[in-house]
């Protein structure tokens, strides 16, 4: 069975400048997380997908993020524009349960 | 907000001798407690977990305790090997408005000096 997997696995952009960030989930997890570990401190949430729907994005940093998930599949996390503040590596999980949530190898974001 | 605090945040051990990192946790309700390892390159793993009805969990030299009174949980290592380095991290699950979610800790690095 295949993990969870991120694309793309690095990218540096301008401050500025937009990312788009995709996760593909292990293949029937209805819930998908976002979050985000800046260097150093502890991961943080950022939204919960229960197939197509949010179910809790109260840890959005603000509205230069956008996350979606077309068709309860794969999910997108949008940053528009970027701002230094931004870099970190972001990660996405997916889980049948509530439970025991399985991580990709995550996205390292450099905003320059 | 809820929190969870990770001790130590590096820990260095020699091989063969044991590990442990503790979490204190402030959520009372939480009952589900992974521990994620991390390691160079890679997505964290989930290698343990426990459930508040449970005092304590092992599995070959990994085991895990957790004390719901006191609201702390361990990741006990025994016989570390080179492998083991890695970045540790502790979570409590949250339950909130119908939705649930992890809170990390800050990590531990664990370094094996063989």
């Known amino acids: 069975e295949a993990g969870v997997t991120q694309f793309p696995s690095h990218s540096v952009i301008e401050k500025g400048q937009t990312v788009t960030l995709r996760c593909d989930p292990i293949?029937?997890?209805?819930?998908l997380y976002w979050y985000r570990r800046v260097m150093g401190k502890e991961i943080k949430f950022l939204l919960h997908f229960v197939k197509e729907s949010k179910q809790d994005e109260s840890g959005m940093p603000n509205n230069r993020f956008l996350a979606e998930r077309t068709g309860g599949t794969y999910s997108t996390l949008k940053v528009q524009p970027a701002e230094l503040e931004d870099s970190g590596v972001y990660f996405c999980a997916s889980s049948q349960s509530p439970y025991e949530q399985y991580f990709g190898p995550g996205t390292r974001l450099t905003v320059t | 907000g809820e929190n969870v605090e990770q001790h130590p945040s590096t820990l260095s051990v020699q091989e063969g001798d044991s590990a442990v990192i503790k979490c204190t946790y402030s959520?009372?309700?939480?009952?589900?407690f992974p521990w994620y390892k991390q390691e160079l390159g890679k997505g964290p793993q989930l290698i343990i977990d426990i459930r508040s009805n449970v005092g304590e969990k092992k599995d070959q030299r990994i085991a895990v305790t957790l004390n719901k009174t006191a609201k702390h949980f361990s990741l006990h290592i025994t016989e570390t090997q080179p492998e083991d380095s890695a970045v540790y991290f502790c979570a409590a699950h949250h339950r909130a408005r119908g939705t649930y979610k992890y809170i990390f800790g800050t990590g531990t690095r664990l370094k094996v000096l063989a």
């Open positions: 293949s029937g997890h209805d819930n």
């Open positions: 959520d009372s309700a939480s009952n589900y």
